[in-house]
């Protein structure tokens, strides 16, 4: 039968006190007010020499019972589904597809914001049979998380003008692949919509969580 760590200590007392000890040994009547005893008076042996085995087997009952209490007990966020608020702290974005790379680093902020997205640097072709560096500048973002694990983000990206400036913006679907407790979002792969203003282009960043914000 299961038994809490109170439960043990007490079992645990009655039956080590209660046994005869090899030394001689002075008894003395006392009232027991212990959360282990009934109110009632009762007789229990004082030891005035220390059966040091008794104690011994005594605390290797007790140690261990106590401690699984404390693990027991420990608290644990009852989340049960992903959202927004999951989505929080600095990540990474790097993208390697085809003959494309590219990177950068954003702050998602639990509540739908992408903020503090640095500019894409990506590496292209230079359409001369070499490579060259670009930047597309980040305007401004917005995520949804799904309780599924799945989602999207909007991304404002380039200047006034441009494919990715005004709506629709630049669209990531996402899914988590990472996370921490409590349904923490630590890591996610994506990629751009289909169809969305990028020809015969795959665009399939990977973001991973690198700080705390």
């Known amino acids: 039968m299961f038994r809490s760590a109170g439960e043990k200590f007490c079992f645990a007392s009655k039956v080590i006190l209660s046994r005869p000890s090899n030394h001689i040994g002075q008894y ?14 009762k007789e229990h042996p ?6 040091h085995e008794d104690y011994k087997q005594l605390a290797a009952i007790i140690t261990p019972a106590l401690h699984n209490s404390s693990k027991r007990s420990k608290h644990v966020p009852n ?3 992903f959202d927004n608020a999951c989505l929080k702290g600095r990540f990474s974005y790097f993208n390697k597809e085809g003959n494309v790379a590219s990177l950068s680093v954003g702050v998602f902020d639990g509540i739908k914001n992408i903020t503090s997205f640095e500019d894409i640097c990506a590496n292209v072709p230079d359409g001369e049979g ?5 930047t597309i500048p980040f305007n401004f973002g917005y995520y949804e998380v799904q309780a599924s694990g799945r989602g999207k983000m909007f991304l404002s990206l380039g200047e006034e ?3 990715y400036f005004d709506f629709p913006y630049y669209e990531l679907e996402f899914v988590v692949t990472g ?12 990629f751009q919509v289909a169809g969305v203003k990028l020809a015969n282009q795959l665009v399939a960043p990977r973001w991973t969580k690198i700080a705390e914000e």
């Open 28 to 41: 003395k009547k006392h009232a027991s007010h212990g959360t282990c005893a009934s109110r009632k008076e």
């Open 46 to 51: 004082k030891i005035i020499h220390d059966n």
């Open 79 to 81: 989340k049960k589904a």
């Open 130 to 134: 070499g490579r060259k560096t670009s």
């Open 161 to 163: 003008g441009g494919p």
């Open 179 to 190: 996370t921490g407790e409590n349904y923490e979002i630590e890591a996610m792969d994506s």
